[in-house]
């Protein structure tokens, strides 16, 4: 249907979320339909919206499909021109899908919003930072919600919240369904540059989020595994031969936060690079130019960053960054 968005929201045990969700979006004043993919929950996650929201789309996986495939299978569902990513465990804000919606009338584009952790006042993100290392973080991340309030195109969206027409989802393949959690929405991002889109953070679009940022052990893992992924996915041979020097300093800094999360880190970015190394990936092809004029050539200072050493590091690891990212474009 022209205009219409289809909104999907994949669940695994999310019941304590929905009410408030799926509320917040019934009152958006725009044409849409709310489309929810269980990944097999175990909490009455189903009975709940049945219950108490008839309307709703509910599709049932039958198991746990991760992140992506259950997105992919709700917009096989999806009936409208646009689709709307939308975590459970957010409530969003008035006229939040009409500002995210207006600016996919023009070309090739992608929207984000403006994600505010839910009880604070301060950002999670606003849209992300993609390093051309294959790092990935939260942009404005702790910052005051106050700032970011220009639309601004930025090297990644968050997953948390985006959209897009549903006919360039699925021209671009969707999601990788090889990434059963995290770094998915990164691995599209560098593919929709790839692909000539660009991504537009839309500060009128707002979305509070119940975030916490942890990286545990076995996050590490998922984390890492996807981020070899990726960079395997997009880089020929030379751009790492090119690429050396930061694909090392990357590899000393994860390795550091490993090391932090004790003898279970160690294993789990081990365990991360043999099967992000050796997994099979299929190569994306496209204006290659445009991947790396949308990367980022820095990594934040103080997101992970605990003391003065740390931050010192980071400093001069983006020194090197600057430099050999410089060499590549």
């Not at 009936?79 to 600016?103: A, C, F, H, M, Q």
């Not at 090739?108 to 290392?133: E, L, P, Q, R």
């Not at 694909?247 to 390795?255: G, N, S």
């Amino acid at each position: 249907m022209k205009d219409k968005a289809s909104i999907i929201i994949v669940t695994y045990n999310s019941k304590r979320y929905l009410k408030s969700c799926i509320g917040s979006i019934m009152k958006q004043d725009y044409p849409l339909e709310i489309i929810v993919v269980d990944n097999h929950s175990t909490d009455g996650t189903v009975e709940f919206v049945k219950e108490n929201f008839p309307s709703v789309k509910i599709i049932e996986a039958g198991e746990n499909l991760g992140y992506g495939a259950g997105n992919n299978l709700g917009v096989k569902h999806a009936d409208g021109e646009y689709i709307v990513i939308l975590n459970p465990d957010t409530v969003v804000e008035k006229d939040w899908l009409k500002e995210l919606i207006r600016p996919l009338k023009d070309g090739k584009v992608v929207t984000t919003s403006k994600i505010i952790i839910y009880g604070d006042s301060v950002i999670n993100a606003c849209g992300h930072i993609n390093h051309f290392t294959g790092l990935t973080f939260a942009r404005g991340l702790g910052e005051d919600p106050t700032t970011y309030q220009k639309p601004e195109h930025v090297s990644g969206f968050s997953g948390c919240c985006f959209a897009l027409r549903r006919q360039d989802f699925i021209n671009l393949g969707g999601f990788d369904e090889n990434f059963f959690t995290y770094n998915e929405d990164s691995d599209l991002s560098w593919r929709m540059h790839l692909k000539g889109f660009s991504i537009l953070f839309v500060p009128t679009s707002i979305v509070r989020h119940d975030y916490l940022l942890k990286v545990p052990s076995e996050k590490i893992y998922h984390l890492e595994k996807n981020r070899y992924m990726i960079l395997r996915k997009y880089l020929s041979w030379k751009h790492f031969l090119l690429l050396f020097p930061s694909l090392m300093v990357a590899e000393i800094l994860t390795f550091g936060y490993a090391l932090k999360c004790g003898w279970r880190g160690i294993q789990y970015k081990l365990k991360a690079i043999k099967e992000g190394l050796t997994v099979k990936v299929k190569k994306v092809n496209g204006d290659r130019d445009n991947l790396f004029r949308s990367l980022n050539a820095t990594i934040p200072v103080d997101q992970l960053t605990w003391n003065k050493l740390e931050e010192i590091v980071k400093i001069m690891a983006n020194k090197i960054f600057e430099l050999n990212f410089r060499v590549v474009r």
